[in-house]
């Protein structure tokens, strides 16, 4: 019985964390749309409910109305374990994001390190997709992306080594805390635009699309999805950029602490920060989707492993040579 | 502890089933897809008995970068053409008793090295072994490498740089009839040395190439 109490309590808070995020990955949906049409000079989405808000939902229930095709040469197993593979990954990865103080699911002292573990695993998802669709342009695609992923998890690896450097723990707790004074955007600000970068690289949005890009290959490893299973990658996807957008906010913009120290601003609960600064990112991540073009796949590569990782290698040793020097390092 | 227990058999039950299943699917991306469950049972593992960096570096390396690598070069193979020739023929047969001397080889090795382990019998207790110190097992474990065992830990890290190097240098071939970019060489380029204005005389045209 004693159990069972502590099961229940846990699935209670569970769902009071991811119902949030479901129906914000549908709300954001509707925002990157809006924000890439009026970019544009479009209106986007506006006839479903006020201001086209109910787009998402409206969308979503014609993805599960529609029929689940499965193609007969494909693998039958991997096929379907792939979109569940990639929601679920995008999923547990909240359960570390500190929302206040005290308000985190699972305050573990590897934080950092397992949000870390997660995204690198969400490549699964899009290489089994690809490979049990057992057909060209998916195939394609899953190679792109599992190349890309792979070349970029390197440089946010080492962007994270020099935000650490600053805080001396891998919780993320300690990290925000460590940002009282000073966000780290202002010491470590090119650090931040690589990372923002490779945020776009590793999550597959515009101008890094490749992995989907539809003039080359109709829609890369979603392609022979379809109904709900589509949906699922897409839910995936979107749920994946907003942890990255929570993540660039945790390590570099202070997470839910408040931007001034003062009265007013004070006394609004740390959440919301978190999630206005979340929104700043995505609102970021949706305008570079709306004015940039799309990088060849070589070019692509080239900034990776030539650009970005020989310059946040230096980072770190510069962060630490300063921090040494002026005898900053964090001990406890 | 019993809530421990059902965990860590249930791991441990995925690891040893998965590990078994490498060697036994005849579909050689299902055993790669297999080695990554393996991998992430085990790191389950390590993080059941608190260590969570080891866990969480586990499936960063392994599961993140050496198991797509792996499913890269078997996805690239032509897998369904290898499996005929070695499973189907007369050759597999070959391989089997080599396989099995090996394989008892290292059994026996195994044995000899579990007879001898001595268990404490309090690192069993997850609850004892965190009160060993305040510290979080990623500090302690960056004192002892970056102390004790400093010089160990930058030879293993320069013999992994040389064979990096020795791949690249073996498998790397300088081939000149490829054109390529550069990019300084594109955004330097001024308009002078594009573009020329040239006076064509009717009937006879003018010389492109030089």
Known sequence: MEYLNIVFQEVYKILFLLVPV???????????????????????????????LLQSLADALKYIFKEIIIPSSSNKVIFILAPIVTMT???????????????????????????????????YGIIMGGWASNSKYPFLGAIR???QMVSYEVSIGVIIINVLLCVGSLNLNDIVIAQQNLWFVIPLFPMFVIFFISALAETNRPPFDLPEAEAELVAGYQTEYSGMMYAMFWLGEYANILLMCAMGAILFLGGWLSPIDIYPFTLVPGAIWLILKILLLFFLFALVKAIVPRYRYDQLM???????????????????????????LPTN | MIAHAIFFYTFSIIAVVSAIMVTVSKNTVHSVFFLILDFISISCLFIMIGAEF????????YVGAVAVLFLFVVMMLNVAQQKNQWFASAASSKHIPVGLIISTII?????????????????????????????SN??????????????VFQISGMILLV??????????????????????????RERAEGVSVVEVASNKGVKIDD
């Open chain 2, 54 to 61: 080891l866990g969480m570096i586990m499936l960063i390396v």
């Open chain 1, 89 to 123: 990954l995008a999923l547990i990865a909240w359960a570390v994001i500190p929302f206040g103080a005290t308000q985190v699911l699972a305050d573990i002292n590897v934080g950092i390190l397992y949000l870390f573990a997660v995204s690198s695993l969400g490549v």
């Open chain 1, 302 to 328: 080239r900034l990776g492993w030539k650009v970005f990782l020989p310059l946040s290698l230096t980072w770190v040793v510069l962060t630490a040579s300063y921090l040494f020097y002026f005898n900053l």
């Open chain 2, 138 to 151: 990623t500090h302690s474990l960056g004192q002892i490498l970056y102390t004790d065992y400093i010089h």
């Open chain 2, 107 to 135: 059994f026996f090795e195994l044995i000899i090295v579990i007879g001898g382990w001595k268990y404490k019998p309090e690192i069993f207790d997850i609850n004892n072994s965190l009160k060993v110190s305040d510290l």
């Open chain 1, 145 to 147: 992306s599992a190349a």
């Open chain 1, 22 to 52: 479901l129906v914000s990955v549908a709300m954001i949906v509707w925002l990157d749309r809006r924000v890439w049409a009026f970019v544009q000079k479009r209106q986007g989405p506006n006839v479903v409910g006020p201001f086209g």
């Open chain 2, 163 to 188: 064979a990096m190097v020795g791949a690249i240098v073996l498998t790397f071939r300088q081939r000149s009839n490829v054109k390529r970019q550069s990019y300084i060489k594109q955004i330097s």
